[in-house]
């Protein structure tokens, strides 16, 4: 099962910033927090991880809480493009793998 | 920038006969993935590949499914006798390092429809 809890749905301006929420409160001390997004049907996209420090990226920005039990997506000025499911996953590795577990993500509207 | 990509877009079988799904990884990566996405669900683990062989599968993968590196470049998935549930769509996805931190990077996926 995903270890991470997400809220199923949120709405956001378009051009304003998209601020995803993400609670993943039995993670390990070494595991990290890994975010997609699926449009449509296509391919989950690659956004962003992180361990413990705060990323970013030409995409979006991952902040971290210092406990790592929640982290927060942030898409700064999302476009129409944006709207998207966004999975928050934290890899799990084991045996000689490191799968993804996905749950049901938070579906983001961006709307106009 | 590189990527997976993955064929055909969309196959379309009757029930009982054999498909093959095919994915070109990223061409410096060694591990290999296949996940499917019944409509309106998540995503799902199927298996992982690396060296030759299969390093972990999930209860989804049974005897029907069958994966290989038939050649430097191809990954395969086969579903030997599909069944009506098996119609989904089927990500490859391919990573460098099962290093910790290491990025999978998925591909576009083929729609299977069985008939």
């Known amino acids: 099962d995903a270890k991470t809890t997400q809220p199923p749905s949120m709405d956001c301006a378009e051009g304003r910033a998209a601020n995803l929420p993400c609670n993943h409160s039995t993670i390990s001390g070494n595991e990290y927090v890994y975010w997609y997004r699926q449009i449509h049907s296509q391919g989950p996209q690659y956004i962003i991880h992180g361990l413990k420090n705060n990323e970013t990226n030409e995409m979006a920005s991952l902040i971290i809480t210092e406990d790592r039990k929640s982290s927060t997506l942030i898409l700064p000025h999302a476009t129409l493009r944006d709207t998207a499911v966004y999975y928050c996953i934290v890899r799990v590795y084991s045996g000689n793998t490191g799968k993804l577990i996905f749950g049901q993500g938070t579906t983001l509207q961006v709307k106009p | ?115």
């Not at chain 2, 009982?16 to 095919?22: K, T």
């Not at chain 2, 119609?87 to 069985?114: E, H, K, N, W």
């Open chain 2, 1 to 115: 920038e590189p990527e997976v990509t993955q064929t055909p877009s969309h196959q379309v079988t009757q029930m009982g006969q054999e498909v093959i799904l095919r994915c070109v990884p990223i061409s410096n990566h060694l591990y290999f993935y296949w996940y499917r996405q019944i409509l309106g669900q998540k995503v799902e683990f199927l298996v992982s590949f690396y060296n030759n062989e299969i390093s972990e599968k999930s209860e989804i993968f049974d005897d029907q499914f069958s994966v290989e590196r038939p050649d430097g470049s191809n990954f395969t998935l086969k579903i030997r006798s599909t069944k009506l549930e098996d119609s989904a769509m089927y990500f490859c996805a391919s990573t460098r390092d099962r290093g910790i931190g290491d990025t999978q990077y998925f591909g576009p996926g083929t729609r299977l429809t069985v008939l």
